[in-house]
């Protein structure tokens, strides 16, 4: 038998234990793609109701930065890896004396911090918004009138537009930081969003980067609200995309599933956030495309050969908000009528089974398959409106044809 070098280490195959970080959406859709596989998964997560905790082989309740959970993790598991990029740093640096943790603790620092994930992209030449570290009051002073307007955002723990204010000038901008507590920041230059898409990726131990189909994104008061593939644009400007992603992942030595979100601007990409893990606009992937996110997420983890990302359908994706649970009577939640949706040949339902519903809380996501991507959309669209989301929020439709 040739010697396997300690780079391309022996694959773990089932039925090995596979750790998760974290017990949401994410996770759970990473255990059932590992329980497809034949394997088994340990989550981690402080909540009891979590919604991989409840499908894992194996939920060990506790903090992510418990030793003792740790160490039990570390034991039962042949390789770890995450569905969140706010996993504490020792938490992962401490892992991986033990067992593999994939990606690498130093990929997730990076994505976890806005002035790290920006620098990062300086220093490597992607295009990205302008922007400023905010550490102190003096920093907005100090900055470009050219950074006007634009967004503060938190540099730490935002998601789903939490953690960010559109400031017109310094003085809402300085407003806005002591709303934050004067934690750290980066002012960004707003731009003039043509539209967003994202890629999601997944790098393996190999080196080889299989990319599935860029989406074309709809976010809806910072939640992201519709995906659809393919995506507008130019087959140079999706080419792009990739291109870029692809840059990305290769100059962090990245393995595992990365998402990069891009806006489009005057048809010019610009790299906004990187993604350590599945993302929100890779679900299409579980209905449309021959391996989807979570499965590769496995693949990558295990050191096997990753999958194939073609897509074999269209497919736009629509997330389910806690908001549905209270449209009648906001103080009192009621099932919505998911009839409207299972009568929907062509579409997939997916919900997450968490405990309670919440404004802006991602519930479920549905996606709708098919051939043609303008009847795609519109079958999309008819049935998010059956299930009660607002009209007001409709996206344009403006899918390649
Ligand atoms: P998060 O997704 O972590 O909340 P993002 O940086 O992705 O944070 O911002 C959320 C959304 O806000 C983006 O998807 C985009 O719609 C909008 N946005 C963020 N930054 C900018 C910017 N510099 N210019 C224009 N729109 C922006
Ligand atoms: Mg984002």
Redesign the pocket.
């Known amino acids: 038998m040739s010697q396997k070098t300690s780079k391309n280490p022996a694959p773990i195959l089932p039925p090995a234990t596979l750790g998760m970080l974290g017990g949401g959406q994410l996770g759970r859709f990473f255990v059932v793609a590992a329980h497809e596989m034949g394997y088994k998964v340990a989550v981690l997560d402080p909540d009891l109701n979590s919604p991989a905790g409840a499908i894992a082989d194996q939920h060990i309740v506790a903090e992510y930065s418990d030793q003792n959970a740790l160490d039990v993790l570390s034991q039962t598991c042949a390789a770890v890896t995450t569905e969140f990029e706010n996993v504490p740093a020792d938490t992962l640096a401490y892992l991986s004396k033990f067992v593999p943790v994939r990606p690498d603790a130093s990929c997730v620092s990076i994505a976890q911090n806005r002035i790290k994930e920006k620098t990062f992209l300086r220093d490597h030449h992607i295009p990205h918004?302008p922007f400023a570290e905010v550490h102190s009051e003096a920093d907005i002073n100090a900055a470009p009138d050219t950074l006007f307007p634009g967004?503060l955002?938190v540099v730490r723990f935002?998601?789903?537009?939490?953690g960010?204010a559109r400031v017109k000038n310094a003085a809402e901008a300085r407003a806005a930081f002591q709303s934050f507590k004067g934690e750290t920041c980066v002012l960004?230059?707003?731009?003039a969003?043509d539209y967003?898409v994202s890629v999601v990726l997944a790098r393996g131990q190999d080196g080889r980067i299989a990319c599935f189909p860029p989406a074309e994104n709809l976010?809806t008061n910072?939640i992201l609200d519709v995906s659809a593939v393919p995506a507008t644009g130019s087959e140079a400007l999706i080419q792009q995309a990739e291109i870029l992603a692809a840059q990305i992942a290769e100059k962090m030595h990245y393995v595992g599933v990365l998402g990069v979100?891009f806006?489009v601007v005057g048809g010019e990409l610009y790299a906004?956030?990187m993604a350590p893990r599945p993302h929100n606009s890779g679900h299409y992937t579980i209905d449309a495309c021959v391996t989807n996110q979570f499965e590769q997420q496995v693949r990558a983890l295990c050191g096997l050969p990753l999958g194939d990302a073609r897509a074999h359908s269209a497919a736009v994706m629509v997330n389910l908000l806690g908001d549905l649970w209270y449209l009648d009577d906001k103080h009192h939640s009621k099932e919505p009528n998911w009839n409207e949706l299972f009568t929907v040949p062509n579409l997939k339902q997916h919900l997450y089974g968490k405990h309670h519903a919440r404004a802006g809380r991602k519930m479920g996501h549905f996606t709708v398959i098919g051939s043609n991507p303008a009847e795609v959309r519109a079958a999309a669209l008819t049935a998010r409106a059956a299930i009660g989301i607002a009209d007001e929020e409709a996206p344009a439709s403006k899918g390649r044809e």
């Open positions: 918004a967004i955002k935002g998601y789903d537009g939490k960010q960004e230059k707003m731009l969003l967003e976010h910072g979100e806006f906004n956030e």
